[in-house]
């Protein structure tokens, strides 16, 4: 997959990615310690990323269940998802909940 930081172009693995967010209405993805561009939407990422590990969590991000640490419910319904390595927390909502738990639950 091609990813972009400044002017030059990258290529990496999909499954290199810990997750994918929008950023207005560019697609973020960090990979490692670092972010790179996509010029891919999101709904595309998910069309290849579904088969690799990835598994949209909200209506603005998607991660990767291979660099998900833990998981803890809120009071709100939502739950917060702790990153591998980054300790990054992202939100997991829960209209994406279940799919989230039966994705996991097929993978594993």
Do not use: C, Q
Not at 77 to 90: A, W
Request: hydrophobic share 40%; charged share 25%.
């Amino acid at each position: 997959m091609f990813f972009f930081k400044n002017e030059y172009e990258y290529i990496f693995d999909i499954s290199d990615v810990s997750y994918f967010e929008t950023d207005g209405s560019k697609v973020i993805a960090h990979i490692e310690n670092d972010i790179y561009e996509t010029r891919m939407k999101l709904y595309e990422i998910e069309s290849i990323g579904k088969p690799r590990g990835f598994i949209r969590i909200n209506k603005s991000a998607m991660v990767n269940i291979n660099y998900v640490l833990s998981i803890a419910a809120e009071f709100s319904g939502n739950y917060t998802l702790t990153m591998k390595n980054t300790g990054v927390r992202l939100t997991l909502s829960r209209k994406y909940a279940g799919d989230f738990k039966r994705f996991v639950m097929e993978v594993y």
